[in-house]
Every structure is written in C-alpha cells, then in structure tokens.
C-alpha cells in the first residue's frame, strides 16, 4: 500500500462547481496534513495545511481531516478556470526524531469555462 | 521578502559525472528538505535538515548527499549520474520540521545525458 493516495483523475468540473479531492494514509503516525497546487512546469505552492480532526476554511478552500479514517480532502467551492492544476496531498510523517514529507501522485483537475 | 532560491535553473550533465544543486532558504527558516519529481509523479523526499542536522532520508541510494550550512543553505550533491537522475529537483525550507508547510523553490531542471 501507497503511503498517500490520491483519487485517481483527472478530474474535470464546469466553473462555479464544487471540486472534491481526497487523500488516504496509511501510516497513523502521521501528523500533518498539506494540500499544495502544481500549474505545469511550476513548483508546488502551498494551499492550506491541516493538523486537527475536522474541517479548516480559507476562502473558496475547505481543508477535511478525519484521522480515524485516515483520509483527507480538499474542498473548492466556485471553482474558475485558474483553478486548473495539479492538486498534491501531502504528509509528514514523523519516526523517532525523522521527518518526512510523503507527497500523493497528484490529481489533475480541469476547470472548464 | 526573498523566497526559496534555487540554482542552476536548468543543467545538464553527461552520465557518471557529478552534480551540486544549491538551495537558500526564507530568512528565519532552519529547515530545508530536498526532493525528486519525475514527470507524472508527485514530489519524491529524499533529505530532511534542521539546524544543519540530518532528520530524514527517503529511499535514494548513497549517491545522493546533503549537507546544511551554519547560514541555514543547503546543497545536493548527486555522483555518478544516471540517466535515471533525470528530473526536477524541487527544494523547500520551512521554520522547523513540522511549522506550518513546506515553501518550495522554483527547482532545478536536470537533464542526464
């Protein structure tokens, strides 16, 4: 098993819909949660980070943690065209005094006008 | 504020030879984690430093080193290069290994020969 999994895409929405991506874990050590966007040929760019069980809010971005399921997801609401990226879901996983930032494949989402 | 600046750009080297990627954190920043992006995939780790300590190491082989220095830069070396080494070499740097998100370079384009 993949240490994060992203849902397959890509994943393609009229603008002004909702986008929902999702992300499992497999390790439960794991304790923080990221979701970075990657334009083509671009470096990621962090979106929100979530540490807590439940849901963060930043704008037209809702970040979803639910440990005990070990899954995670990134709501955008009105989605616009700009929103067309590479989503990653990423997770640090902590062994002993090691820290490491385990990315998802990404998913691609397409915002059509 | 200067972001995570990251050199060369672009290189490209002939196999076997032996390459040196350089990395400048955010001002105030004491982590600095490296990572491997081939097309298609998301972001592969592959060292973790904190306060010029090693704190994480992904799966690569002994060819891939790191060091971190007293002013909180960094750099990659890669012996004995493979076509394989091929990719984007992404550096982010972040207050502490777990502070609030990783902010990512623009990365380094290498192309092995």
């Known amino acids: 098993q993949k240490e994060v999994e992203q849902n397959s895409g890509p994943l393609s929405v009229p603008e002004g819909a909702i986008a929902s991506l999702n992300c499992t874990y497999s390790?439960?050590?794991?304790?923080?949660f990221f979701w970075y966007r990657q334009y083509s040929g671009k470096s990621p760019e962090l979106i929100m980070f979530?540490?807590?069980?439940g849901d963060k809010e930043d704008g037209r971005f809702t970040a979803q943690l639910n440990k005990a399921s070990q899954y995670v997801s990134l709501l955008i609401r009105d989605s616009q065209p700009s929103d067309s990226a590479t989503y990653l879901c990423?997770?640090?996983?902590?062994?002993?005094?090691?820290?490491?930032?385990?990315f998802g494949k990404g998913t691609l989402l397409t915002v059509n006008p | 504020d200067a972001g995570v600046t990251q050199s060369p750009t672009h290189l490209i080297k002939t196999r076997g030879q032996h390459v040196t990627l350089r990395c400048s954190p955010i001002?105030?920043?004491?982590?600095v984690s490296w990572y491997q992006q081939v097309l298609g995939q998301g972001p592969q780790f592959i060292f973790q430093?904190?306060?010029?300590?090693?704190?994480g190491r992904g799966n690569f082989p002994d060819r891939f080193s790191a060091r971190q220095f007293p002013n909180y830069s960094s750099e990659l070396n890669v012996n004995a290069l493979l076509l394989g080494d091929s990719a984007l070499y992404l550096c982010a740097s972040s207050l502490d290994e777990l502070g609030g998100g990783y902010t990512f370079g623009s990365g380094t384009r290498l192309t092995v020969v």
């Open positions: 990423a997770v640090i996983v902590v062994g002993g005094s090691n820290y490491k930032l385990t």
């Open positions: 390790d439960r050590g794991s304790q923080s």
């Open positions: 979530i540490y807590s069980n």
């Open positions: 001002s105030g920043h004491k982590s």
């Open positions: 430093y904190y306060e010029k300590e090693e704190r």
